[in-house]
């Protein structure tokens, strides 16, 4: 047994995000670490690599008890991580970054660059990366990323490895590649462990699968007796969040059209309306434009050519404050980095795209009724509108969003990955939020990569590639027909059509 | 719990009042507090307007050059036969206009305010020296003196002044709409964005508004010396920084009070007082004044962090 870890806990401030985490790795063997988002998977590799510590629970290495205070304590270990998020120097070359922290000396203690570049170009070689060792990684993709993180990973010789999610911005070829090194590693002996959501790849590269759900391991079993249906079923646990589905209303009246939207080179001539009532999905591949969409239509960026018309009438938008003024909404995807301002209180975040002020003086108890109103009408769970909204759960935090559009009387609702981070009674929470808000009259635009959740809340389904729409689809569709419309050169769809 | 620490700067500046007042029998007198009022009402008044900058999570470090350029105008028109009120005034509109002019390069020119007030720190301190010739103004009315000298009921006028501003600065933060965007422009400035709120709008005048508070200190600094000094006011921008910052203020914005500003000030006043009186080296002065800044913040930052 290389590692065991039994009843890990940690909680951030007010928010337990591991309850009792379990987890042993072997020796030589890919271990798969699969929940749903927010299930806690990654708290649990940061406390493995030394990223977090534990709040309580037993972590032991080799069959000692271990603490790792810091990643460096966990690397002398010989645990190492590769990150979902890349963890790199961006501004110095992938030789630089594979021996960050352990670069090579030479008789004077002087950092040798030359063998360093040597040593560096022999990895990249052997893998055969598309990288070059001289390259800054600032300019690198984030596959080229993730390839940097991985050569050091194996650079240093370890004997635990952690995938986090290695492949989520990969291409099939790289993906390939990393198959590759993972079972090359396994097969030397070092035990992976490999956090994916990809059905497909589970089987291809896994041993052994570990099950969170809601900050808790609840199964451990071999990958060859465990049906894909029940590992689902361990994954999604509450039977709520799969058997929600939304009854449409009949569309009103068109609250926007966008007409020929382009902003090279991320969207090309899109057009779409949106209906009062009518929850519209959105879905496409990372980087098929629909975050770019989102932003245009809101002001954020500028399209070189299109028209956007707001409750039928023609209106330039050329700054968020526009689009507000217009009734328009976004619940950006970065909600730490956009939507929320977490260090202050809950009420100041519900009524900021609307203080409530007479003369620029502030109407205090105004706006105490605003937040009140909000906290009920969203059933934000809260201590009060005094809290500072960093504290709050995800899903809480997603709602405190929500409700500074609700307040302001938005009409038209840009949702951009609105489950992304938040577990699954919230989802379905956020669900509900959407679709009353879809029944009092406002047209939601619902951008997700979750295509179960497209395929539970949407009246209709859009889908983009190569920022252009591919084509829409009715709200009771399958996945299938979904990824087809995604992925398929333009060409086929225009003959399928 | 809570509540001690976050009052533990009121507690300091108790603790330093009775501390001082154990320690010396010069110190709680009329004559030593109003001097110590007098010495602290200028970069207090600068401080305030500070506040509200660093909680824009901003920074302007161009206030010293600023306080001389405004006393500078100020006495020059004063010498030029101008009443003592419009030498005021004027003094406190340069400030205002020096401000603006920083708040317009940060939010037009889109360059971080560091590197902005950097820039016109040696550019206001240089257009002084080149505007006054590098000589002092002298010829300046002798009540003008008021100002910074003068008593109401025996209370010293600066004091007054002070509370008055603190006043109107803790309104603007606390109950307008422009204070409530300026915490958050400086808790996140993409959610205000998002939000519709005019960031730009408001961060230009924030920074008016700390050059107009500048204006007026300056005002004061040249009726306590009674001359118009350009070479005036040089390292009190790190004295207000310093005020804020021990007060609560972060400099990575959203957080900081007018009372907190005005504790951390008299808390520097008074460590410089006490120095005095004790007969401590002001070298040494200087190693203290600098520990403590250093000593307030990470107390601070223990107290966050566990809050987390």
């Known amino acids: 047994m290389l590692l065991e870890l039994k009843g890990v806990q940690k909680r951030f401030g007010g928010v337990t995000a591991l309850r009792s985490g379990d987890l042993s790795v072997d020796a030589g063997e890919v271990h798969l670490v699969m929940g749903e988002n927010g299930a806690g998977k990654s708290t649990l590799m940061k406390i493995i690599a030394g990223l977090h510590q534990r709040d309580g629970g037993e972590m032991r290495w080799r069959g000692q008890p271990v603490n790792f205070a810091n990643p460096v304590e966990a690397a002398q270990m010989g645990i190492a991580m590769v990150h979902q998020e890349s963890l790199l120097a961006p501004h110095l070359t992938v030789a630089e970054n594979i021996f960050l922290g352990r670069e090579i000396s030479n008789r004077l203690g002087l950092v040798d660059r030359g063998a360093m570049l040597e040593k560096a170009r022999k990895l990249i070689a052997e893998h055969r990366f598309p990288l070059q060792a001289d390259w800054k990684v600032d300019r690198l993709s984030p596959a080229g990323k993730q390839l940097v993180e991985i050569c050091r990973a194996i650079q240093h010789g370890t004997s635990l490895l952690i995938f986090d999610e290695p492949t989520s911005s990969l291409s099939e070829a790289e993906t390939h590649e990393v198959f590759k090194i993972v079972r090359t590693l396994r097969d030397r002996g070092t035990g992976v462990i490999y956090i994916t959501h990809r059905m497909d790849e589970l089987r291809s590269v896994g041993d052994r699968v570990t099950i969170l759900r809601d900050g808790e391991t609840v199964h451990s079993e071999a990958m060859s007796t465990l049906s894909t249906a029940n590992m689902i079923r361990y994954m999604v646990g509450r039977e709520v969040a799969a058997l929600y589905q939304r009854e449409p209303v009949p569309p009103g009246e068109e609250l926007l059209r966008v007409h020929n939207l382009s902003a090279p080179p991320s969207l090309h001539d899109v057009t779409l309306t949106l209906r009062a009532g009518e929850i519209t999905g959105m879905a496409g591949l990372v980087g098929a434009g629909r975050t770019e969409l989102c932003r245009a239509i809101f002001g954020l960026d500028h399209p070189s050519n299109g028209q956007i018309w707001v409750a039928g009438k023609q209106t330039a938008i050329r700054s968020p404050r526009d689009a507000v003024r217009h009734g328009i909404a976004l619940i950006p995807e970065d909600r730490q980095k956009t939507g929320l301002a977490r260090e202050l209180p809950i009420a100041w975040n519900v009524t900021m795209a609307q203080t409530p002020a007479r003369y620029g003086v502030l109407r205090h108890a105004a706006e105490r009724d605003i937040t009140k109103k909000a906290i009920d009408r969203l059933r934000i769970r809260c201590d009060g509108g005094g809290q500072k909204a960093g504290r709050l759960s995800g899903g809480n935090q997603q709602k405190v969003v929500i409700s500074k559009w609700v307040s302001r009387g938005a009409r038209v609702f840009l949702f951009d990955e609105p489950t992304r981070g938040i577990d699954i009674g919230a989802k379905v929470e956020v669900f509900e939020v959407m679709d009353e808000l879809a029944r009092q009259g406002a047209a939601i635009l619902m951008v997700s990569s979750e295509l179960p959740e497209l395929l539970q809340v949407a009246d209709r389904i859009l889908v983009m590639r190569q920022g252009r729409l591919a084509g829409e689809l009715p709200g009771r569709t399958t996945q299938e027909a979904i990824m087809r419309l995604a992925t398929l050169p333009s060409s086929e769809t225009e003959l399928e059509s | ?308």
């Open chain 2, 1 to 308: 719990m809570k509540t001690v620490q976050r009052l533990l700067p009121f507690i300091t500046l108790i603790i330093l009042v009775i501390a001082l007042s154990l320690a010396t029998p010069h110190f709680l007198t009329a004559t030593n507090l109003s001097s110590v009022v007098r010495q602290t009402a200028v970069f207090n008044i600068m401080a305030l307007g500070m506040t509200l900058i660093i909680i824009s999570s901003g920074v302007d470090l161009s206030v010293g050059s600023i306080l001389a350029m405004g006393g500078l105008m100020g006495t020059m028109a004063m010498a030029k036969g101008q009443p003592i009120l419009v030498g005021v005034i004027t003094g406190i509109v340069t400030g205002g206009v020096f401000g603006l002019m920083n708040g317009l390069a940060i939010t037009r020119l889109n360059i971080s305010p560091f590197i902005v007030t950097l820039g016109t720190m040696g550019i206001v301190r240089g257009l002084a020296l080149v505007v006054s010739n590098g000589l002092p103004v002298h010829e300046i009315p002798k009540s003008f003196s008021y100002l910074g000298e003068g008593t109401v009921a025996g209370v010293p006028f600066v004091l007054l002044l002070l509370v008055v501003c603190a006043a109107l600065v803790h309104f603007l933060l606390e109950h307008t709409r422009l204070g409530r965007y300026t915490f958050a422009i400086g808790s996140n400035v993409d959610a205000a964005i998002y939000a519709g709120i005019p960031v730009k709008f408001h961060t230009t005048a924030i920074y008016a508004i700390g050059g107009l508070l500048t204006g007026l200190a300056g005002m004061i600094e040249a009726s306590r010396l009674m001359t118009g000094q350009p070479t005036a006011g040089q390292g009190y921008e790190l004295q207000a920084i310093a005020a804020v910052v021990i007060g609560g203020g972060s400099l990575r914005g959203g957080e900081g009070s007018v009372v907190g500003t005005l504790i951390g000030g008299f808390i520097m006043g008074l460590l410089a007082n006490g120095c005095d009186l004790l007969g401590i080296n002001p070298y040494w002065q200087q190693v203290i004044i600098g520990a403590v800044i250093i000593l307030a913040v990470s107390v601070d930052e223990l107290r966050k962090r566990r809050a987390v």
